[in-house]
C-alpha cells in the first residue's frame, strides 16, 4: 500500500478542499460568478502578501511574473543590482541580461545569505541603480534573505526593491508593506498550496510611477493591462479558471488559520526539521536557513543522488536533490504550504532509514525523537 | 434543477477523465512519472496538429504562445503582414506593435474573410515581409480563412506564416505541415477540452532557422530554452502540472475518436447550428463561417444582451455576446472541443425560447428541427 508524501519545495502538496474545487465544472472568465471569485481572490492575495497594493494575477509560473517586473520597471541600460548566490538569484540576472538591463551582481558562495551593508554600500556608489533583486528564500540553498533589513535602505534611494518571494511566501515572514518592498513576486504551487500556473507580483506607488517611463517591450506581462481589467474584475488574456477556483479555496483555507499563524507553523516544522536532521549528525547546508525547506548537506561517503533515490522509491517520499553544482552534494526537504507535524515525523523517519540502507551510522529514531521534542514543546 | 451548458467559444467544457484527471493529487515535474506523461502529451499534440514538428508547450494564455512567435521569429523594424477584421487579428497587430515590429495591415470589415490574393499581392509588392500573420477561426466574429491558400502563397517566399488556431484547432481542418504552416499557435480551453491556462506552438525548419537571427529580447518564451529542456523531458519553467496531466487524458479521447473524426463531428454540428438558426428566420455574421462556432446577427427589434442573459439566466446556456462594436449585435453559440448533437440540440431550443420570451416571431420547434434533419441525415 503506496502512501507518496511529496515535500518538495514546489509543487508542494494540494489540500483535498482544493482538488476537488478544481474538479468543478469550468465557468466562464466574463461573468459575474467568475468576476466575484476573482476579486475575492486578489483580496486574499493581498492579505497574504500583507500588502495594500494591488496584487496583479498571471496565467504563469512564477518566472513569468518576474519577468513583468523587470519589463514594466525598466528600460534597456538601466543599471540593477541583482543579489545572486542561488539559481533564482541569477534568474533575476538573467532575465536583466535578456532585456539589455546593466546587471550589477552581488555574487556569493551558494548558502551564504546577503549582507544588507554591501546592498548599501552599492547603493551608496552607485546613484543610477533603478532597481534592486533580492530573494527572500533561495529554494536553491534554502537561505533566507534579511528583506526587512534590505527594504529600510532601498526605501530611501531612487531604487526599486523587487523580492522573488515565489519559495517564500506564506511560509517565511514576508511583510510586503511595512519592509517597502515595491514589488513582490510568488507563484500559486509552494505556500498558496495550489497547482503551477498562476503567478503574483505587488505593485506599489513608487514601482506604479516608475512604471510610466520604462520603454522595455512587453504585452502579456504589460501592468497597463491587468490594472485596467482589474477595474472589470478581470484579466487581460483569458485566466486559469480552474486554478483560480482552487487558490480561492486554498485562500479560505490560511484565511481561517490566519497568516501569523500559518507562518508560526512553518517556522515550528523547520525548527523540528533542523533539530532532527542535527540530531542525526547531519549539516545544514544554509548559513540563515528559510523556514520554508530544510536543505542539508549529504554527509561524506554517501551519494546524495542514492539517497534522494533511496527515499523517493523504497519510501515514497519525494524530496529535491541539489541544482548545478550541488547536485548530490545536498538534499532539500520541504516543509511548506499543506505541511504540518506529519511531514517532519514521516520525513525524518524516511531520512534514517535511507540513510542506514546506505550504510551510515544512524540510531534509529534519534532524528525523530530531536524532532517530536520541537513539535511536543 | 439547474443544468448548466457552457456553450462559449472558450473555455469550453471539459470531459468529466480530465476534471477527475486534473484532482489527482499533484506530482513532481522534474520526475520520470512526468516526464512520461509530458512526452505523450507533446507526441499526442502533433498528431492533432498534423505536423511532425516540435510543439512547444507554455503555461500561459494562448496570447502568450502569439507573443512567443514574434519575440522569437522577428527583430525590432522587421515587416508583418497582419490579416485583421477581428478581436484576434487585433492581438497579432498589438503585439507588433509593442515589440517595434513595422505591421503592414490587412484591414477588413468584421465578418468578412481575407482573400488569399491580397496576402500575395502584398508579399509580391514587398520582399522585406518577414511574417504573416493570421488566424484560422477569428473567434470574434466566427470567420473561417483559408489557410491552405495562403501556405501557398507565403511557402514561395522568404516569410513565414503565423497561424493563430487557438480556437480553431480540433474544430475546424488545420493541416499545419500539408499547408506550409510555420508557426500554429493554440490553446487549451477550446478545441483541446481541457481548462485554459496552457499555450501551444508548433515551429517549423523555416521557423527554426529564422529564430536564429531574431534579436527582440525575451526570457520566459524563448523557443531556445523549450527546445533544450525538451532533450530532459521538461519545460524550463515550472509547468502547470496539473493541466498536463488533464490535457494527456483529453488528447486520448481525441486519438480515440481520430481526429478526422472530430473535425467532421464539428462539421456536422456546426451544419445543423446554422441550419437551425436560419429556420428561425435569423442571419449568420461571418461571411465564411467556420465550425468552431456560429455567430448570428440579433435580429431587427431584438436587444442581444438581453437576449444573452436571457439565454444564461433563464435557460442556463452560456453563449458569448459581441466584442467591441458589435456588443449587443451578435451573439455567438460555439459548438466546440466536448461537444456532440445534444448540445446543439438544446443550444437551438433554448434560443428559439428566449427570442420567443423577447417578443420575436418564433414558430416553435422548427430551428430545432431543421438541426435534427441535418444531425440524422
Request: include cysteine; proline fraction near 4%.
Amino acid at each position: 500500500m503506496q502512501k507518496i508524501f511529496l515535500l518538495t519545495p514546489g509543487p508542494t502538496s494540494v489540500p483535498p478542499e482544493v482538488l476537488s474545487a478544481q474538479s468543478k465544472p469550468i465557468i466562464h472568465h466574463r461573468t459575474v460568478e467568475y468576476g466575484e471569485i476573482f476579486m475575492q481572490v486578489c483580496e486574499d492575495l493581498k492579505y497574504v502578501f500583507r500588502t495594500n497594493n494591488t496584487v496583479l494575477v498571471f496565467t504563469a509560473s512564477g518566472t513569468g511574473a518576474m519577468e513583468s517586473a523587470i519589463v514594466n520597471l525598466l528600460s534597456a541600460g538601466d543599471k540593477a543590482l541583482v543579489v545572486k548566490g542561488g539559481k533564482f538569484g541569477e534568474r533575476w540576472a538573467g532575465i536583466c541580461e535578456a532585456y539589455g538591463v546593466k546587471m550589477i551582481p552581488i555574487d556569493m558562495e551558494w548558502g551564504d545569505a546577503v549582507d544588507p551593508a554591501t546592498v548599501k554600500a552599492h547603493l551608496d556608489k552607485d546613484k543610477d541603480i533603478k532597481a534592486v533583486c533580492t530573494t527572500l528564500c533561495e529554494t536553491s540553498t534554502g537561505v533566507l534573505a534579511d528583506i526587512k533589513s534590505i527594504g529600510e535602505i532601498v526605501k530611501n534611494t531612487p531604487a526599486v526593491l523587487l523580492v522573488d518571494a515565489i519559495s517564500g511566501l506564506g511560509a517565511c515572514e514576508m511583510q510586503t508593506d511595512n519592509w517597502h518592498v515595491d514589488v513582490c513576486v510568488s507563484g500559486s504551487q509552494k505556500g498558496l498550496m495550489i497547482p503551477p500556473g498562476l503567478a503574483f507580483a505587488s505593485v506599489s506607488e513608487k514601482a506604479l510611477k516608475m512604471s510610466e517611463s520604462s520603454t522595455l517591450p512587453k504585452y502579456y506581462y504589460r501592468w497597463s493591462d491587468y490594472f485596467k481589467s482589474l477595474g472589470k474584475k478581470q484579466t487581460p488574456w483569458t485566466p486559469a479558471v480552474s486554478l483560480v477556483v482552487g487558490l480561492a479555496e486554498a485562500l479560505k483555507l490560511m484565511k481561517a488559520e490566519g497568516i501569523e499563524n500559518v507562518i508560526a507553523r512553518h517556522a515550528k516544522l523547520a525548527e523540528a526539521a533542523r533539530a532532527g536532521v542535527k540530531a542525526l549528525g547531519l549539516e545544514l547546508f544554509p548559513k540563515v536557513p528559510a523556514d520554508a525547506l530544510t536543505a542539508i548537506k549529504v554527509p561524506e561517503g554517501i551519494d546524495g543522488v542514492k539517497l534522494k533515490n533511496m527515499l523517493d522509491h523504497k519510501y515514497d517520499i519525494k524530496v529535491a536533490g541539489g541544482q548545478a553544482h550541488l547536485k548530490g552534494k545536498i538534499i532539500r526537504i520541504a516543509h511548506l504550504g499543506y505541511a504540518n507535524y506529519t511531514d517532519i515525523v514521516v520525513g525524518i523517519a524516511a531520512l534514517e532509514m535511507s540513510l542506514a540502507d546506505l550504510g551510515y551510522k544512524v540510531e534509529m529514531g534519534k532524528g525523530v525523537k530531536a524532532a517530536l521534542e520541537v513539535l511536543h514543546s
